[in-house]
C-alpha cells in the first residue's frame, strides 16, 4: 500500500491550500503558510505519510516522512 502524502501549496486566489496527494481539490484552506504547514504535518503524522512544502512558485521547498521509511539513513539503528 501506497503512503498518503499531502502537500501544501500556493492557492491561485491568494493564501495557501493542503492537498491529499493525487486530489484536484484542496482539502483545507489557510490564509498563512504556517498554518498550513502545521495542518499537513499533523494530517501526515496522523495518516503515516509525507508532507511535501512547496514554495509559492510551485518548487519543492522541503519534504518530511512521517511513516515508516523502507530506506532509513545509514547512521541510524
Known amino acids: ?3 498518503d502524502s ?9 493564501g495557501w491550500n493542503v492537498k491529499k496527494g493525487g486530489a484536484k481539490r484542496a482539502s483545507k484552506h489557510f490564509h498563512k503558510k504556517d498554518s498550513a504547514v502545521d495542518y499537513g504535518r499533523s494530517s501526515s503524522r496522523k495518516n503515516r505519510g509525507e508532507l511535501v ?3 509559492k512558485d510551485g518548487t519543492i521547498q522541503k519534504k ?3 511513516g515508516n521509511d523502507p530506506h532509513p ?3 541510524c539503528k
Not at 6 to 14: I, L, N, R, T
Open 1 to 3: 500500500m501506497a503512503k
Open 6 to 14: 499531502y502537500h501544501v501549496v500556493s492557492a491561485p486566489k491568494g
Open 53 to 55: 512544502i512547496h514554495r
Open 64 to 66: 518530511a516522512s512521517h
Open 73 to 75: 539513513p545509514r547512521d
